[in-house]
């Protein structure tokens, strides 16, 4: 927050400006999907980050103006260090900053979707968003039982088979219709 810096950022060119066409359409890509899963951005022409491997694309995520973290693209990287080339995306987040902006929240239900295809998962995880009903997802795509039983490792309370469109409680395995009114009843 030196006006100093103030001063030297705003003197410094904007990045739109040398970025080729291929990067152009791909940033421009980026923004229409994020747009089209209504996901808020800011974009932010003078945006740096501090090291050099990244091109195309860097990132912040920003909460109550403190930087939790960043990262971006990076297709060089692998190569300049011996290991292939193989082309990736990175992300570093600081934990005690994380820490410093948690608030209390009440403990809730946890929940975690399950199905045997992401548009069934993506349909049902739209539904939840809307109604502001937190849940969490497979790590990795594997079959519904290997998914189940990683809810299971996470103790959650109730399982929604997206597939299935049932919510299912792995403690006492009562099942029910999925349905936001159903599922409220049960959280």
Known sequence: NDPFDSEIIDLAPVI????????????????????????????NS??????????????????????????GRYD????SLKLGNSSGVG??????????????????KKI???????DDIKSVSKKLDKSGIKYLLPIRKSKENTQYKEAIKNNVDYVINCTEKTIKNPK???????NIRNLKKLI
């Open 16 to 43: 739109y400006q040398y970025l080729d066409e291929d990067t152009l359409d791909r940033y421009e890509n980026l923004k229409q999907n994020l747009k089209n899963e209504n996901i808020g951005y800011v974009e």
């Open 46 to 71: 003078k945006l740096v980050r501090g090291l050099d491997y990244y091109n195309d694309l860097t990132f912040e995520f920003v909460y109550k103006a403190t930087v939790l973290g960043g990262g």
């Open 76 to 79: 060089k990287l692998a190569e």
């Open 91 to 108: 992300v570093a987040f600081g934990v005690d900053r994380i820490i410093n902006c948690i608030n209390y929240v009440p403990s809730t």
């Open 112 to 118: 975690m979707l399950i199905g045997q295809n992401f």
């Open 172 to 178: 006492n395995s009562e099942s029910f219709e999925f």
